[in-house]
């Protein structure tokens, strides 16, 4: 009779998680909060909340995926997402210290677009093998 391995959690997993379950409560306070943080972003308060849908199915998508895609995958991707992350802080801040008005929308935008871009590549990532299958 075969019986069922369970897959090892490691650190990096345990970090996968996480990183989906921030991308979840950021999604539920852009959500939450769409009309106040747009104000203080310069942001109109549609996008925060089309930011915090796609937050949560980044989110949901990245801990859902976590037993069956590699974490090597998960690993570049997260590296890609944040680098994004922080470029768009950057320049955001950038738009923003020279006078300019959409920085908040260039750094929300980006929370709008990546999220949705990561599930779709860790969707379409190739599944690891399990002892089982």
């Not at 942001?43 to 915090?52: C, E, F, K, N, Y």
Request: contains cysteine.
């Amino acid at each position: 009779m075969a019986q069922a391995v369970a897959p090892r959690v490691t650190r990096q997993t345990v970090g996968a998680i996480a990183d989906g379950a921030f991308k979840v409560v950021l999604a539920v306070a852009c959500m939450a909060a769409a009309a106040p943080l747009g104000r203080l972003l310069g942001t109109p308060t549609w996008l925060m909340a089309v930011a915090g849908v796609a937050l949560l199915i980044g989110g949901v998508v990245e801990i859902g995926y976590t037993r069956s895609r590699s974490m090597r995958t998960y690993t570049r991707l997260m590296i890609a997402y944040d680098t994004g992350w922080v470029l768009t802080a950057l320049i955001g801040a950038l738009i923003t210290w020279q006078g300019g008005s959409a920085g908040g929308e260039v750094w929300i935008g980006y929370q709008t677009v990546a999220p949705l871009v990561f599930a779709a590549l860790l969707i379409t990532a190739k599944p690891v093998r399990t002892a089982a299958g």
